[in-house]
């Protein structure tokens, strides 16, 4: 018997008295609560993890992944590139407005459905029934692949931005992209360590790093303000750049939003810890729409400090790090004080890589689990001492250093694979929202009743965050500027492309006979 049938049978089974001792028993053990059992028991899934997160962990949890001011901080170089100071902060203000859209249809379906699934759960249970099975599966190969490729962007970033503190304080020092690779698979390794052994200690870390996060930002602000030069209001608000040479200067200004967008992206990551998160069907969608909210608050007074600081775009994007910050950081104080700010980002962002790997891992068990991936059986495998999924942890960590390998031949190749994140994630969001928003206006009796609930703006806000992701979708694939070339080329529709071959061949040749999508658990489901 399969495991799918397995979990079928425990759902739906009447219970005894003693099941029910015993129920009460493993709520003590694994941490859930009676509102978890009934919405697993109602999705037809069985509590395998132990639920060692708490309201305020799960806020410091998707907080630190979603790092909004130090991705404003680290990785703005395409915005500064098309739009300059004043197009990053008006982007990130209609990006974090209309993303809130993607947010909040995505909280209410994390409070229907709280399962580490996710996306791809959510298409499955609310498409249409003719298309539930292949769209769910094309949605969960895009969600894996996506995360995937985002938790190989991690420790690449820590990497290079330890070296470019090396740089700060030795100018003549030449990094290269072995040495890139070695941090990339030391600082994997340790995460791998930790997300396995330390498990139970990670909700802890995640509330000291959410203290840390919150005063890094006040120390880098304070910094900002009392010792570096700064632009006046008039050339930081209104001052447009198109170094990337498009046609128009509004044609820039879209191109370079992705930024902005980067910034705003997986507050979803709660979802996929559902199932070790107490009383997920509430709690999720709180700590998700919290994070979007605390984020977007010190993002966007981040923001317009650090844009104000950047008196000379050229020479920022031209630094020798690479990173425009590090010369922000050094018009205002010694190396000694530039490596010690960068400090700061750094550790915050491999905190931010010890969750996005978490996450990763819960959406990757929790797709083989419904036997959407070769090998499922080994990477949906629990390890029953830790509660941990060690195997899909273990796999997450060797896909960032078979990734990292490649960035020692070539770094376009590696960017490519990267760039792979937000496209692909965009997608889960358009076909997720798409799905709720069918079933709210042609069943609306059969969405499940929830806890945080959207009411009668459901519909609105759904149709809003359907466009939002679109819009958003269309504009990741464009390249940083004209002409293109082979360095410059955004390499993200290629991978799109690929992976969405690759998973047709999967299905065609293995899904469409093992993976029959979440589903076929859900209590009432009687098929097409």
């Not at 609310?126 to 996506?146: A, D, E």
């Not at 960032?400 to 031949?409: H, P, Q, W, Y």
């Not at 969405?447 to 269309?474: D, E, I, M, Q, T």
């Not at 360095?487 to 799109?496: D, G, K, L, S």
């Amino acid at each position: 018997m399969d495991k799918q049938a397995t979990h079928e049978l425990r759902a739906q089974a009447p219970r005894s008295d003693d099941e029910d001792e015993g129920e009460e028993y493993h709520e003590s053990l694994r941490g859930y609560t009676r509102a978890d059992r009934a919405d697993m028991s109602r999705m037809g899934k069985v509590q395998e993890l132990k639920r060692n997160y708490r309201p305020l962990s799960a806020l410091a949890f998707t907080v630190i992944l979603q790092g909004t001011w130090e991705v404003l901080l680290t990785a703005t170089y395409q915005g500064l590139v098309d739009g300059g100071p004043a197009g990053l902060i008006w982007s990130f203000v209609w990006t974090w407005f209309g993303f809130s859209t993607v947010m909040l249809s995505l909280a209410e379906m994390a409070s229907m459905a709280p399962t580490a699934g996710g996306q791809y759960h959510w298409v499955s249970e609310f498409s249409p029934p003719s298309v539930q099975k292949p769209f769910s599966y094309f949605i969960g190969w895009m969600s894996t692949l996506s995360w995937q490729a985002g938790t190989a962007s991690g420790p690449f970033l820590v990497g290079t931005l330890i070296q470019s503190s090396a740089i700060a304080m030795y100018p003549e020092y030449e990094p290269t992209n072995w040495q890139g690779t070695l941090m990339v698979i030391a600082v994997t390794i340790l995460v791998w360590v930790l997300n396995i052994w330390g498990s139970k200690s990670m909700p802890i870390l995640q509330n000291v790093m959410l203290v840390v996060h919150v005063f890094g930002f006040l120390a880098i602000i304070i910094v900002f303000w009392v010792l570096s030069p700064r632009s006046s209001a008039e050339v930081t608000f209104t001052k447009f750049t198109n170094t990337g040479n498009w046609s128009t200067t509004g044609l820039a200004l879209m191109v370079g939003q992705i930024s902005a967008i980067y910034a705003c992206i997986c507050s979803d990551s709660a979802a996929h810890m559902a199932e070790e998160i107490k009383d997920a069907g509430k709690t999720v969608p709180r700590a998700m729409m919290g994070a979007y909210l605390m984020n977007g608050l010190l993002g966007i007074i981040f923001l317009i400090s650090y844009m104000f600081m950047i008196t000379d775009v050229e020479a920022a994007l031209d630094d020798a790090t690479g990173y425009p910050h590090m010369w922000v950081f050094r018009q205002a104080v010694s190396p000694g004080g530039v490596v010690a700010l960068n400090t700061i980002p750094t550790v915050l962002i491999f905190a931010g890589t010890l969750t996005f790997n978490l996450s990763t891992s819960r959406q990757t068990w929790a797709f083989a689990r419904d036997r959407g991936l070769p090998f499922s059986d080994w990477i949906g495998r629990v390890d029953q001492k830790l509660l941990v999924p060690a195997n899909a942890v273990t796999l997450t960590c060797g896909i960032t250093v078979a990734l990292s390998l490649i960035n020692v031949g070539s770094d376009v190749a590696f960017n490519a694979i990267i760039s792979l994140n937000v496209v692909a994630l965009m997608i889960t969001y358009v076909f997720s929202i798409g799905a709720v928003l069918y079933r709210r206006l042609t069943q609306p009796e059969l969405l499940p009743s929830c806890r945080w609930s959207l009411g009668k703006w459901g519909v609105p806000v759904n149709v809003a965050g359907v466009l939002y992701a679109s819009h958003a979708f269309f504009w990741c694939f464009w390249p940083e500027g004209t002409p293109v070339e082979l360095e410059t080329f955004n390499w993200a529709v290629v991978m799109f492309v690929a992976v969405f071959v690759l998973s047709l061949v999967d299905y065609v040749l293995r899904g469409r006979r093992q993976y029959k999508g979440p589903v076929v658990l859900v209590e009432g489901f009687k098929g097409e």
